[in-house]
């Protein structure tokens, strides 16, 4: 950690999340002097399922340790109703992880490799020419305001992130937060914990709810939404009440683990002038699952590279995870699509084919077809997808990835 702060930093990183920790250690390795500056003196009820997709870890910059995982899950039960499926390995995959953990230990790895860490402290300002050319930043240490003049900035602060309010770059669109309501739960009677859980229904409309086992008793349990303001506790209780009873009927609250998600893009560019966004703060999370931890890892780990090798940023990004985030992004598109449009049988059933197939353009085709049509639909590409060609698929994705470096 921080010794003495020093203002000729060469690199400003806002946010100690993992797209900021990522970063700073990105640029620290490069030998750039780096300063990372993170609000909380240490990291506690995380809002997070904590879930990782493992399909990108021969792409993520580092290896998860063993001692922040504690469950590992090979497939996601999907159910809507009385239509139930399962999707097996490949990016079904998870890992997960005490938050807590995981986000020291990258803290940790930045330390190590010459970041120095402000906790708590807080960005309170910033002077900045009309072409977002940097020239000093204002930072908040034990009531102390300090100066630092770094040739770049780069926000990881997050969904609300103070770098975008100050440089009036964010935009103010509609439904581009979700909410999500959930807990960190013991006592519970998990019917298979290598399984991460799915479920649409009337509990929540517009809305999934999800148990991501940490244990055969453990584990985070949540409903989510892409209405920001929606009864998300109401929807909890339905769920964990009426829908997954027999798992819950025993169960207590330990940790509560809610919060917002970035669901739109309402900072339109990832870089303006020296000024680089990253993680949540530039809505880099895939969807449905708002799976944020992985992609910000690597894209924090990107911003990086590029304020120390003068790259392009957005092209950094858009080589390694760019086709994904065009498949998020036409996911969510459907979804917000979809929403309130069909009944709420219809419905359930289109978002459980979206969040399991990851289909958007197969949406389209069954919007308009009847419930047992789009039953039926969803069943035989389970059982497509699930048998032996199809996986061979995935193991190519997976290999063609590997030698080309990109998603």
């Keep these: 950690m921080i010794d003495e702060f020093d203002e000729d930093y060469d690199v400003l990183v806002v946010g100690g999340g993992p797209a900021g920790a990522s970063a700073a250690y990105s640029a620290a390795e490069a030998g750039v002097r780096t300063v990372l500056v993170e ?73 190590a490799e010459g970041v120095d860490i402000i906790r ?15 020239e000093e930043a204002v930072v908040e240490i034990g009531g102390e305001e300090l100066s630092v003049e770094p040739s ?50 009337d509990f929540a409309p517009g809305a999934y709810g999800y148990i991501f086992p940490k244990s055969e008793t453990e584990a985070n349990v949540g409903v989510g939404s892409s209405r920001e303001g929606e009864n998300m506790e109401e929807y909890f209780e339905q769920f964990t009440d009426e829908v997954i009873s027999s798992q819950a009927k025993s169960a207590e609250r330990v940790v509560e683990r809610s919060g917002k998600a970035p669901i739109k893009y309402t900072i339109p560019d990832l870089q303006y002038g020296d000024f680089l ?53 036409d996911v969510l598109d459907k979804i917000l699509d979809i929403d ?35 039953e039926e639909a969803i069943y035989e590409k389970n059982s497509r997808l699930n048998n032996f060609s199809e996986n061979f698929g995935y193991k190519l994705w997976r290999l063609k990835t590997l030698v080309t470096g990109r998603a």
């Design 39 to 111: 609000k909380e003196e240490e990291f506690k009820d995380i809002s997070c399922a904590e879930g990782i997709g493992t399909y990108l870890s021969h792409l993520t910059p580092l290896q998860v340790p063993d001692h922040v995982v504690e469950q590992d899950t090979d497939s996601m039960y999907f159910s809507a109703g009385d239509t139930e499926i399962v999707r097996e390995g490949g990016f079904y995959k998870t890992k997960v992880v005490d938050r807590s953990e995981f986000q020291e230990y990258l803290l940790d790895r930045a330390d």
């Design 120 to 134: 708590p402290g807080k960005l309170t300002g910033l002077d900045f020419t009309e072409d977002y050319s940097v």
């Design 152 to 201: 770049y900035v780069i926000a990881a602060d997050g969904v609300d992130s103070t770098v975008g309010e100050i440089l009036g770059v964010k935009e103010e669109k509609e439904r581009s937060v979700g909410d999500v309501y959930s807990w960190e739960m013991k006592n519970m009677d998990i019917e298979d914990p290598s399984k991460a859980q799915i479920y649409f229904g």
């Design 277 to 329: 966004f990253a993680g949540d703060a530039a809505n880099q999370n895939f969807k449905p699952f708002v799976e944020g931890i992985v992609p910000g890892i690597i894209c924090g780990d990107q911003a990086g590279k590029a304020v120390t090798s003068k790259k392009d940023y957005e092209k950094l990004v858009d080589k390694k995870l760019g086709k994904l985030f065009d498949v998020s992004d």
């Design 340 to 374: 309130g449009k069909y009944g709420d049988e219809r419905e359930d059933l289109l978002n459980m084919y979206l969040f399991a197939y990851l289909d958007p353009g197969g949406v389209g085709d069954l919007a308009d077809k009847e419930v047992e049509d789009i």
